[in-house]
């Protein structure tokens, strides 16, 4: 502990800066005025989705210069629990205030539920992750930063229909998404790691076609599209499992059935 590599700790603080921050401006939110509140609102929500970059940077960059190690590890987690699991709860617990919630018990219930799977699910990953790339190359549960990525983009998605149809159902659906998006990061569900695959070694052109058309559809309507993506990647890994279990069944009922 004599020296540490400088260039992903100030990414991982980064991240840990744009969590903290976030949460100060969501605490704006509670101003009686409508506009500078989803404004508060809108801007930790943005915060959140800063941090993750810094958070794909990081250990990306630890592992290409050699300097991934335990010190990186702890403090990557310690940065994400308060960006990706204290910063996205406290976001929604002031989002479903606006959005006329009528059972805020309940509403903080599921945001304290996310925050405990947030901290459990990244002290299991500490334990079982080890350095090298091909622990990196798929993650069991809902990784931290894709749950609060799939809450964080229904609060822009929120927002943007709020402002623009004052359609608030969305808002209402924020606490129940939270509370299964906790559960899915403490399950064992497999997810892929989507830096590692697109960002590692040559890939084929469809992907790169792929990528493109996201980035323009981002462009054009990054509210819709980013509530899309990270709904479609944590439906994924459920609908995965749901598909191994139907051929699991069918094979077994395969065995039973009697030869003649």
Aim: aromatic share 10%; net charge positive; charged share 15%.
């Amino acid at each position: 502990m004599k020296k540490i590599d400088a260039l992903p700790s100030m990414l991982t603080l980064g991240n840990l800066l744009c969590g903290f921050y976030a949460v100060r401006v969501a605490a704006k939110g509670l101003t009686p005025e409508v506009a500078q509140a989803d404004a508060s609102l809108l801007t930790a929500a943005w915060l959140i989705l800063f941090a993750m970059v810094f958070d794909a940077l990081d250990g990306k960059v630890a592992r290409w210069t050699g300097a991934a190690g335990r010190f990186g590890a702890e403090l990557d987690s310690l940065a994400d629990v308060v960006s990706f699991g204290v910063a996205p709860a406290f976001l929604v617990a002031q989002v479903a205030q606006w959005a006329d919630s009528q059972h805020q018990r309940l509403v903080w219930l599921c945001c304290c539920a996310y925050v405990l799977c947030a901290a459990l699910r990244l002290a299991r990953f500490n334990v079982e992750t080890t350095p090298d790339e091909s622990s990196h190359r798929h993650f069991r549960g809902l990784p931290s930063p894709a749950a609060a990525g799939q809450v964080v983009s229904l609060v822009i998605l929120h927002l943007y229909l709020k402002q623009t149809y004052g359609f608030l159902l969305v808002g209402r659906l924020l606490p129940a998404t939270a509370f299964f998006a906790g559960i899915l990061m403490v399950s064992r569900v497999r997810y892929p790691h989507v830096v590692s695959r697109f960002l590692s070694g040559r890939r084929a052109f469809a992907e790169l076609v792929f990528v493109v058309i996201v980035a323009l559809l981002l462009v054009a309507h990054k509210e819709f599209t980013l509530a899309a993506g990270f709904t479609i990647f944590t439906v994924a890994g459920v609908l995965g499992v749901a598909h191994k279990l139907v051929r699991l069944r069918a094979k077994e009922e395969e065995e039973e059935e009697p030869v003649f």
